[in-house]
């Protein structure tokens, strides 16, 4: 797996607002899933050091999802950019973790 895209859900939380001057390319975030969310049973947040910046893409957190039931993967900031509209700030790639 190797998918890369911009955190969605931002607009509606404030932790990118609180921690986006603090975010560089390259640095890796936390996935966290959320089998209890009431939107969708596979939902992956993405926190850094404990705060919630957003979600993976609906269109990919079934996979995100499963592959971490078996296996761990890594999220990294590939692009963050805190003038743009707030789903456009930061971007990620998400891939299984090399050996």
Request: proline fraction near 5%.
């Amino acid at each position: 797996m190797n998918r890369t895209f911009y955190i969605a859900g931002v607009q509606f939380r404030t932790g990118l607002k609180e921690v986006g001057a603090d975010l560089k390319a390259g640095m890796e975030l936390d996935l966290v899933p959320e089998p209890e969310n009431e939107y969708d049973p596979n939902a992956v947040a993405i926190h850094h050091e404990g705060t919630h910046l957003g979600y993976v893409p609906k269109k990919f957190s079934s996979d995100v999802s499963a592959i971490l039931e078996i296996d761990e993967l890594v999220c990294t900031i590939t692009k963050v950019d805190m003038s743009l509209k707030p789903w456009e700030q930061c971007e990620v790639t998400v891939k299984q973790k090399e050996e």
